[in-house]
């Protein structure tokens, strides 16, 4: 059964950072693209961050690129979201997702991504 679990989420000042987990059971880091997804009230599902299988491959949404990274640790099954230079544009709840295939329009259809965290809130204030 394939399971993510994310923590990390928080309050924080703008210009600070948080680094958010997600900790996936049920299927290998290494087998998965992986991936960040955020969501605003009132405001659709929005991409910010991929990570191909072994790590070929990453891509940022324009918003973030500069500011967030996504390593993982495969040993611990584990992949994060680093995020510095926080603006309060960047508050939302965040999602961890894995999905066995990956297109380049990853980031505008969360609806093909199969598996999801529960989501965690970041909250940067000004």
């Known amino acids: 059964q394939v399971q993510l679990v994310e923590s990390g989420g928080g309050s924080v000042q703008a210009g600070g950072s948080l680094k958010l987990s997600c900790l996936a059971s049920?299927?290998?880091?290494?087998?998965?693209?992986l991936a960040w997804f955020r969501q605003a009230p009132g405001m659709g599902r929005e991409g910010v961050a991929v990570?191909?299988?072994?790590?070929?491959?990453?891509d940022y949404a324009d918003s973030v690129e500069g500011r967030f990274t996504i390593p993982q640790d495969n040993a611990k099954n584990t992949f994060y979201l680093q995020m510095n230079s926080l603006k309060p544009e960047d508050s939302a709840l965040y999602y961890c997702a894995a999905d066995r295939s990956f297109r380049t329009t990853w980031a505008s259809h969360h609806e093909d991504f199969d598996y999801w965290g529960q989501g965690t809130q970041v909250t940067v204030s000004s």
């Open positions: 990570i191909l299988p072994a790590g070929r491959y990453t």
């Open positions: 049920g299927f290998a880091n290494s087998s998965m693209s």
